[in-house]
């Protein structure tokens, strides 16, 4: 566990800095680089649809953003420093993981389509397996294709009473909540904004500490 807040040297003054890891999760096509992007405020994640099967992200990608002055913190302005993870739709492996944030994870993000029903994955073991019992603490999830939910009508808590009982459990468990993106509209830093929020307030509800990549197993 790491607290990852610092200062940077703003002239005669310095100001603090609180650096938080995020790593993306999902299914292939999910839009985790879409989400990734609405979290940095950029188009910088690669995006778009399958080409003869292969997905678009091959790799796990690090981007950062600062956002300066973003917010408060015992009665300082503080930037936010976003370390954003995109990853392929597998897992990725516990030692690669660990090379990308060697100060752990703060908030990971699981990124599921919200115009699909999704069947019990493992996804809930592999992530236990990477990080221990701890990570639902850290966890928010995000449903993309939101704009699918409008044409149809239907509206987010509908939706959720809807889907399935492990995925209606899930979102009950996991300490960041759920959060619906449309990544259709609106320019990525906007869209991006209430997330942000969301992935600070789970932070700061979990002092900022950081979940330690488990390299062994247990
Ligand atoms: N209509 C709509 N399209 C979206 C939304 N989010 C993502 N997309 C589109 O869905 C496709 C896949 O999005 P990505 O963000 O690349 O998804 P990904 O999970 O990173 O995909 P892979 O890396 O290939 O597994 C892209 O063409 C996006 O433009 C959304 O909320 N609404
Ligand atoms: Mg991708």
Redesign the pocket.
């Known amino acids: 566990m790491a607290d990852d807040s610092r200062r940077r040297r703003l002239g005669d003054s310095e100001q603090n800095v609180l650096a938080l890891n995020v790593l993306l999760l999902?299914?292939?096509?999910?839009?985790?680089?879409?989400?990734?992007?609405a979290l940095i405020g950029g188009e910088e994640?690669?995006?778009?649809?399958?080409i003869s099967g292969r997905?678009?992200?091959?790799d796990c990608q690090v981007l950062r953003r600062n956002f300066e002055g973003y917010f408060r913190r015992q009665g300082a302005e503080s930037d936010l420093m976003l370390r954003v993870v995109?990853t392929?739709?597998v897992t990725p492996r516990p030692q690669r993981l660990h090379e990308l944030c060697p100060d752990g994870v703060h908030v990971l993000v699981l990124?599921l389509?919200a115009d699909l029903t999704h069947g019990n994955t493992h996804l809930e073991e592999d992530v236990e397996k990477l990080f221990g019992p701890e990570w639902r603490r850290h966890a928010l999830l995000v449903f993309?294709?939101?704009?699918?939910l409008k044409e149809a009508g239907l509206s987010q808590s509908v939706y959720l009473a809807q889907t399935t009982d492990w995925l209606r459990a899930l979102a009950e468990k996991v300490g960041g909540g759920v959060s619906f993106?449309?990544?259709?509209c609106d320019w990525p830093t906007i869209r991006g904004r209430p997330l942000r929020e969301q992935l600070l307030r789970l932070s700061a509800r979990n002092h900022h500490r950081a979940l330690t990549v488990r390299t062994e197993e247990p």
């Open positions: 999902g299914d292939r096509q999910s839009g985790r680089s879409s989400v990734g992007n994640f690669q995006t778009g649809s399958c997905c678009v992200t091959t995109d392929p739709p990124v389509r993309t294709h939101t704009d699918h993106l449309d990544n259709s």
